[in-house]
């Protein structure tokens, strides 16, 4: 069985239980710095996903804006839909970021907690300034990752509202409202595309800096 394949099944098996899934992970071969950095590179598919998902939910909500009504029901459909996908992407990247937490916070105490074990004073002295380094390099990794996933809410809610228009509303004056929300969420998910890549840029330089020092 593939690495990632087992660290999936176990989760599953171990279910919440988080201190027991690292236990059993390390007794077979798989450290929490492991874990971690596996988590990161997850959760940077998850945000590379949730980007292209949201470019495409706005693409689909501009080409409504330019049907006429004959179509619309067809639009509304598709829309419902993309903002379905965003909504799937952006859980997706919360829930990454939460298991990233998790193990890293666990990594933080157990190494630690470790220290008080050096007989070596220049030894501990360094590891404790590499904990320091490591803990300031995930820090501005978690800014990044919440600062991109904070812009999500707000995009899904402007969306959850105007299909919801659309639904109720599927004619002329409902498509000359989509028009003026669509320049506004442009904006909104450039930002967001913004952020998203800014924050797959940090992960990649964590993972670097994880490997290597591993």
Known sequence: MKPVSLLLVLSVLL??????????????????????????????????????????ALEAFLAVTKVDGGELKAKYDELNSQLKDCESRASDVHNRIAAIDDVA??????????????????????SQQQLGATRQRYAQLMTAMRSAAARMEPILVNFRDQVLF????????ALRSLDHTSRALQGDIANLIRDMEKSIREADAFIREMKTAG
């Open 105 to 126: 916070q666990a990594l933080f105490d157990e190494w630690g907690n470790e220290l008080a074990l050096y007989n070596n004073a220049a030894l501990r002295t360094q």
């Open 166 to 173: 659309l639904k109720h509303n599927l004619n002329a004056q």
């Open 15 to 56: 279910g919440g239980c988080s201190s027991a899934y690292y236990g059993t992970m390390e007794k077979i071969g798989f450290a929490k710095r492991d874990i971690l950095v596996n988590r990161v590179e997850k959760a940077q598919d998850a945000q590379e996903e949730a980007k292209v998902q949201f470019a495409s």
